[in-house]
């Protein structure tokens, strides 16, 4: 009874992860509907990450042993490569590139098929307005503070226009009091967008405030 | 395309070295049709036994190599393990640029200017504590029988390579940690640095000691200048037999070049054996639980000396820079009276024509090793693949193999490809030395990006491509830049492969610097040695301020 077609959601189908003989994950289905978040969550070694680079397209095929497909819309991007499958992805640290500057980070995720450059630079200063950090673009990333860093980065995977946003324990690097609000940042963006979001954490109470379905891993 | 580089690196620089070991071992055996020698017999071997000064060769050769390469090692663990921690670690790394940078012919150059018996050395001291009012004439100091002076010329660009080589090992082991650790057992830190990181740098430092044992056991550029003439050690005893008017002496030549892979071979084989014999009598040492012993004064003991080599190292570049300026410098005045440009403007047709060989030649063998290196670095990432041990040992290979046991093998391979005395024989000569040392420096760095850098840019849609030249190289800038330096440097170094690919007929500064070393008067020497020492430096302070221009407002990156 999956309903993988909802449009615009993001579907694992009989997920199977394998490292030497043992399965990390078995069989997974999972369908995210537009603008819900999914949880999983696991001990460290569980299969967490690798689940993510699976469906990211990272998954070191050499090590590990995958089945199963991921479908973005109803599209099976199983065997595409990253760059095609169009699935956003917010890492622990924000990994800004160091030799860009604010808005050139900004711009590098702004599709190509933008071509005009005033447009270009127009979405990305929007984005920037949308992150509460207006007239930033100049700057070295190295000099913002984390969680400017942090809302930057979720800019840039948004202005990339993703089908779907993956979060790697995107807030355990951030203080107490900045993870409630870019946590909510987050989960504010990918409601209006529309994204389904899929995200691993260690901290229940990132799986509370999503408010969606947990994957508990062993 | 990319999946080509690798193999196609591979070919490029072993080839070379296993055509040339071929084409001189068939040689030694009497075969080489090219001067009428088709019969193979053991002649050249009987004549390269009979010749009179052989046993001191062969003594000699030995001597220097085991000396220099042992105090190398004990000298650059004994500096490392002193400083490393303290705050003169920093200074005590940029100190040594200048001789890492320094081809091995200019630093024994300026030695020679240094410690010869009219050397800067006695003019400092004399006649005040010597009494000399010319210079003695009874003394050797350099070129001295027992090659004294050119373990001297060895050590002073194989303790800074080596110390180089253990700061980069230090940068993967938590050295402080193990040293706190171990303090609070009761160890000494110099105990505690020979029990616990000396063990966990050496299979990082292994390589390069065994470059450092097979450059000192066949050393040609340096003995030229340092070493004693007659006899002289082996290696150069073959190179002058290969450059003999009567062509007969390649026969024995390759004999030598031969034995001289043969003394390599033997030796890398007995140190591994010691090695196996330290870890086993090593363990016991370590588990005995001794809290301080030996390490404790004969470390800094043998500190001392090792930086007063170092400095004399860092002299002899001033002396040739002192001698290229110098007017009139009579003996025993400390400084020259009288400084002019003259050396430079009467050297500059020779210095010109020279530089600009040597440039191209430089630039074009690192251009190459670059882009090679980079590309089998980035097929490596894109397939998730390591390579394993063995490729590291291919890639010292060329390091590891007595030069001039393959380079005439190379020279009468190039001929018969009709390439012998061609800027691309050169070029692809100095790839052979080039590419080992740009992708050594250059694969940590690369193999130490963060991965989610490329991740991220994939998620946002970069093509692989994309990522490469907008990423991955932009954030690399500076290892890149640096590892262009170190190729230059290598170059601009080479001597024997730039004789023999050469055929004699392309001249370089190290050339030249080494054709003029016995005859030509001081100031032209100087001249030479320094402008050979001048560029790679040149190309390292490039190499490290250039990004700091380019990425002012980026932090991250400083």
Redesign the interface.
């Given at each position: 009874m999956t309903n993988d077609r909802t449009s615009g959601a993001l579907a694992l189908r009989g997920v199977t992860i394998r490292l030497g003989g043992a399965a990390l994950i078995d069989r997974l289905d999972l369908v995210i509907p537009p603008g819900d978040v999914a949880t999983v969550m696991g001990p460290s070694g569980s299969g967490k990450s690798s689940l993510l680079a699976f469906v990211a397209g990272f998954l070191d095929h050499h090590v590990f042993k995958a089945e199963g497909a991921v479908l973005v819309d109803g599209v099976d991007v199983t065997r595409e490569r990253p760059e095609r499958r169009r699935i956003g992805l917010l890492f622990q640290d924000d990994l800004l590139f160091p030799h860009l500057s604010v808005v050139g980070n900004l711009l590098f995720g702004v599709p190509a098929d933008i071509a005009n450059r005033a447009e270009r630079q127009a979405l990305a200063e929007a984005a920037l307005a949308d992150a509460g950090l207006a007239g930033f673009g100049a700057r070295d990333p190295a000099t913002l503070s984390g969680g400017q860093r942090a809302r930057v980065a979720l800019m840039r995977a948004l202005l990339s226009r993703p089908r779907a946003l993956l979060l790697d324990e995107p807030f355990s690097k951030l203080d107490a009091e900045l993870r409630g609000s870019f946590r909510a940042m987050v989960f504010e963006q990918a409601r209006l967008r529309g994204l389904p979001v899929l995200m691993v954490t260690h901290d229940p109470d990132d799986a509370e405030a999503a408010g969606g379905v947990v994957v508990r891993l062993a | 395309m990319l999946a080509l580089i690798p193999p196609a690196t591979l070919f490029l620089f072993l080839a070379p070295v296993l055509v040339g070991l071929a084409g001189t071992l068939l040689p030694a055996f009497g075969y080489l049709p090219a001067i009428g020698a088709t019969g193979f017999s053991l002649a050249p071997w009987r004549s390269l036994f009979d010749w009179p000064g052989f046993g001191s060769a062969l003594r000699l050769t030995l001597s220097v190599g085991v000396l220099a390469s042992l105090l190398s090692l004990a000298g650059a663990v004994a500096l490392v393990a002193t400083l490393s921690g303290t705050r003169w670690f920093a200074r005590f790394q940029t100190a040594l640029t200048p001789l890492l940078a320094s081809p091995h012919a200019a630093i024994a150059l300026g030695l020679a200017f240094l410690i010869a018996p009219s050397g800067w050395i006695v003019r400092l001291i004399s006649p005040e504590l010597t009494g000399w009012t010319r210079p003695p004439g009874d003394l050797v100091t350099i070129r001295d029988p027992h090659g004294l002076a050119l373990v001297a010329g060895l050590l002073t660009k194989e303790i800074p390579y080596l110390a180089i080589a253990l700061t980069a090992a230090l940068g993967q082991v938590p050295a402080q940690r193990l040293i706190a650790c171990a303090r609070a057992m009761g160890y000494s830190r110099n105990t505690a640095w020979l029990k616990l990181v000396l063990p966990r740098l050496w299979p990082q430092i292994r390589l390069p000691f065994y470059a450092v044992v097979a450059y000192s056991l066949s050393v040609v550029d340096q003995a030229l200048v340092l070493g004693p003439g007659n006899p002289p050690p082996l290696a150069v005893l073959a190179a002058r037999w290969f450059s003999d008017y009567d062509l007969a002496q390649y026969l024995p030549a390759a004999a030598a070049g031969m034995l001289q892979l043969g003394l390599v071979v033997t030796g890398l084989l007995l140190c591994r054996c010691v090695e196996f014999a330290l870890a086993k009598t090593g363990r016991h040492w370590l588990e005995r639980g001794r809290r301080s012993g030996m390490g404790e004064w004969l470390l800094p003991l043998a500190a001392a000396p090792t930086a007063a080599v170092l400095a004399a190292g860092l002299l002899a570049l001033l002396a040739l820079a002192l001698w290229s300026f110098a007017a009139s410098w009579p003996f025993s005045a400390a400084l020259p009276r009288s400084w002019t440009l003259a050396a430079w403007m009467s050297a500059s047709g020779r210095l010109q024509s020279s530089l600009e060989a040597t440039c191209l030649i430089a630039c074009a063998a690192t251009l190459i090793a670059l882009i090679l290196c980079l590309g089998c670095l980035e097929q490596e990432s894109r397939r998730?693949?390591k390579p394993g041990n063995g490729v590291l040992w291919l890639l010292y290979l060329p390091l590891l193999v007595p030069q001039i046991a393959f380079l005439f093998g190379l020279q009468v391979a190039l001929v018969r490809l009709r390439l012998d005395g061609t800027l691309v024989a050169v070029i692809w000569a100095h790839l052979v030395f080039v590419l080992p040392y740009v992708f050594l420096s250059l694969a940590d760095p690369w193999r130490a990006l963060?991965p989610?850098?490329a991740?991220?840019?994939?998620?946002?849609?970069?093509?692989?491509a994309r990522i490469l030249f907008?990423?991955k190289l932009?954030?690399l800038?500076r290892p890149i830049l640096v590892a262009g330096a170190v190729g230059v440097a290598v170059s601009i170094g080479q001597y024997l492969a730039t004789v023999f690919a050469g055929a004699g007929r392309i001249a370089t500064i190290a050339t030249e610097a080494l054709t003029l070393a016995s005859g030509a008067d001081r100031a032209t020497i100087g001249v030479l040695g320094f402008a050979q020492s001048v560029v790679p430096l040149l190309c390292y302070s490039l190499a490290l301020t250039l990004p700091r221009l380019i990425?002012a407002?980026?932090?991250?990156?400083a």
């Open positions: - | 998730a693949r963060d989610r850098y991740r991220g840019a994939a998620s946002l849609g970069a093509s692989p907008t990423v932009p954030i800038l990425f407002n980026r932090r991250g990156l």
